[in-house]
T-cell receptor, first 112, second 113 residues
Framework: GNSVTQMEGPVTLSEEAFLTINCTYTATGYPSLFWYVQYPGEGLQLLLKATKADDKGSNKGFEATYRKETTSFHLEKGSVQVSDSAVYFCALPDTGRRALTFGSGTRLQVQP | EAQVTQNPRYLITVTGKKLTVTCSQNMNHEYMSWYRQDPGLGLRQIYYSMNVEVTDKGDVPEGYKVSRKEKRNFPLILESPSPNQTSLYFC????????????FGSGTQLSVL
């Protein structure tokens, strides 16, 4: 079945630093890819998505490009803020069960 | 306001004492699902429902039951909780046409002693 591998956390950065969180996937075909974010004490919410190869999803200054050659969907942001501190999950659908398969999550801590 | 509401937020119980975690959504979504979140494992699906009276197992259904008698509600039932069910639980919903954009509740932290 489909699977997702994310870089281990936590990732600790200073404000205004550049962020990359790596995500690679294994899937049949070319499914849509997602990044979800979980702020402290809250449920997950969709951050961005890409539906086909070479698509770039973007939201709130975050970007991720669907790379089928490297089966990757790395999350980037040019200048992080303290308010970006959260856990980030890469995900792709398991259409057979109408489920999302999530990575293990990467905690980001941004220090002032 | 569109939302998925779970209750309770926190629950401490003892082994074997039946409990129910409620989930309700106000968006008229057909699809609802339960996940559990454990450190290092991400989220794993427990059960899902495509519509009223239609439910199916996810990755980790053992020890759980669900029901979907109404479109808006999807309770999670632990008939005889055990310590390995200590976890953070999330309910989620979506429209049938856009199943990947899930709307999540705020979570229920369950501790089974």
């Amino acid at each position: 079945g489909n699977s997702v591998t994310q870089m281990e956390g936590p990732v600790t950065l200073s404000e205004e630093a550049f962020l990359t969180i790596n995500c690679t996937y294994t899937a049949t075909g070319y499914p849509s890819l997602f990044w979800y974010v979980q702020y402290p004490g809250e449920g997950l919410q969709l951050l961005l998505k890409a539906t086909k190869a070479d698509d770039k999803g973007s939201n709130k200054g975050f970007e991720a490009t669907y790379r089928k050659e490297t089966t990757s969907f790395h999350l980037e942001k040019g200048s992080v803020q303290v308010s970006d501190s959260a856990v980030y999950f890469c995900a792709l659908p398991d259409t057979g069960r109408r489920a999302l398969t999530f990575g293990s999550g990467t905690r980001l801590q941004v220090q002032p | 306001e569109a939302q998925v509401t779970q209750n309770p937020r926190y629950l401490i119980t003892v082994t074997g004492k039946k409990l129910t975690v409620t989930c309700s959504q106000n968006m008229n979504h057909e699809y609802m699902s339960w996940y559990r979140q454990d450190p290092g494992l991400g989220l794993r699906q427990i059960y899902y429902s495509m519509n009223v009276e239609v439910t199916d197992k996810g990755d980790v259904p053992e020890g759980y039951k669900v029901s979907r008698k109404e479109k808006r509600n999807f309770p999670l039932i632990l008939e005889s909780p055990s310590p390995n069910q200590t976890s953070l639980y999330f309910c989620a919903s979506s429209r049938r046409e856009s199943g990947e954009k899930l709307f999540f509740g705020s979570g229920t932290q369950l501790s089974v002693l």
